[in-house]
């Protein structure tokens, strides 16, 4: 999965619900059952997201959307080999976006 989000050092739920292409309820929901995920909340109580925090849900969504791991699932898989995980997601993101270049040069040709 690729996300177009602006580098930045917060991001809003609206913005990435709407980069994930999910309800802010769901992402909302993630942070309740997902340690892992450490949002700052400001002033107003709502939820500003790092860039480790979109890490973060760019791998639970990569568990729980697109390999089908169950949440309980997902929480064990993050505890039992989460740098292994994360190491293996970063190659696969990485692979992702330079596929997304060479289409983008072929089709330019």
Do not use: C
């Not at 060479?102 to 040709?109: A, Q, S």
């Amino acid at each position: 999965m690729h996300l177009d989000l602006p580098e930045k050092r917060y991001y809003s739920i609206g913005e990435l619900a709407k980069a994930f292409d999910v309800n802010a309820s769901l992402i909302r929901f993630w942070d309740k059952e997902f340690d892992i995920l450490q949002p700052k909340k400001n002033a107003k109580g709502n939820r500003m997201f790092t860039p480790e925090d979109v890490k973060n849900l760019q791998l639970i969504y990569h568990l729980v959307k697109e390999r089908g791991f169950t949440l309980d699932g997902a929480k064990v898989h993050l505890k039992e080999g989460q740098k292994k995980t994360l190491d293996k997601f970063e190659i696969i993101r990485k692979l992702e976006g330079i596929k997304v270049q060479l289409t983008n040069i072929k089709n330019e040709l």
